[in-house]
């Protein structure tokens, strides 16, 4: 079974503050997403990757930035947080071909 | 605009029946993915598709690439099926599944 996983598991920032959230995955995948998710919405692709050093943005990347410095770890980074980022974020990770995706637990950001 | 819409957005369901949900989708999907994420909020894999369909169990799962959507039919409903539906769907060339809006399942004894 693939194993993500994410922390913090929760978390509460000020505004203006900088939260890095992080993801880490020991299945040598290549493929590593985030999203978040907010009520009426469902998941929504912030950035992807397709290995190391490589990101992509996907349909929400403003205000966020994102590292993958290695194959097993994947962050998310927000410079200057605002409130309007209070969500519930969720990396993915998956192989590059037909194989499905394998989600963290989440983490609840909460931004003051 | 939505890339993946999903309906009903919500379902109530009486133990024991059966029912449909369905994703239609804007871009030409290849493949598609369901999920279920339960009341603690954790995303369980339930189908990986390709055109064709896919049964585990009471849940079966069709995907139809040229009229762009997707079914997932759940036979004799129990308890432990209640949370909420996801699909997302991935074009080819552009490996990051887009995920509809959900839908919200609850089954009653």
């Known amino acids: 079974e693939a194993a993500v996983t994410q922390s913090p598991r929760n978390k509460v920032a000020v505004t203006g503050g900088k939260v890095t959230l992080s993801c880490n995955q020991t299945?040598?995948?290549?493929?590593m997403y985030w999203y978040r998710q907010d009520t009426g919405h469902g998941l929504r692709l912030i950035h992807y990757?397709?290995?190391?050093?490589?990101?992509e943005k996907g349909d929400i990347p403003d205000g966020y930035k994102a590292s993958r410095p290695s194959q097993e770890n994947f962050s998310l980074i927000l410079e200057l947080a605002t409130p309007s980022q209070t969500s519930v974020y969720f990396c993915?990770?998956?192989?590059?071909?037909?194989?499905?995706?394998?989600f963290g637990p989440g983490t609840r950001l909460l931004v003051l | 605009g939505d890339k993946v819409k999903q309906s009903p957005s919500a379902l109530s369901l009486q133990e024991g029946t059966n029912s449909a949900l369905r994703c239609n989708f804007s871009i030409a999907a290849t493949t598609v993915q369901w999920f279920l994420q339960n009341p603690r909020g954790s995303l369980i894999n339930l189908f990986y598709?390709?055109?064709g369909t896919k049964e585990n169990g009471r849940l079966k799962s069709a995907f139809d690439s040229k009229e762009s959507y997707s079914t997932l039919h759940i036979r004799d409903a129990q308890l432990e099926d209640s949370g909420t539906y996801f699909c997302?769907?991935?074009?080819?060339?552009?490996?990051?599944?887009?995920f509809g809006a959900g839908t919200k399942l609850s089954v009653k004894p």
């Open positions: 598709l390709v055109p």
């Open positions: 997302a769907a991935e074009r080819n060339n552009n490996n990051a599944p887009r």
């Open positions: 993915a990770s998956g192989v590059r071909g037909p194989d499905t995706q394998y």
């Open positions: 299945n040598n995948h290549n493929n």
């Open positions: 990757s397709y290995g190391a050093g490589s990101t």
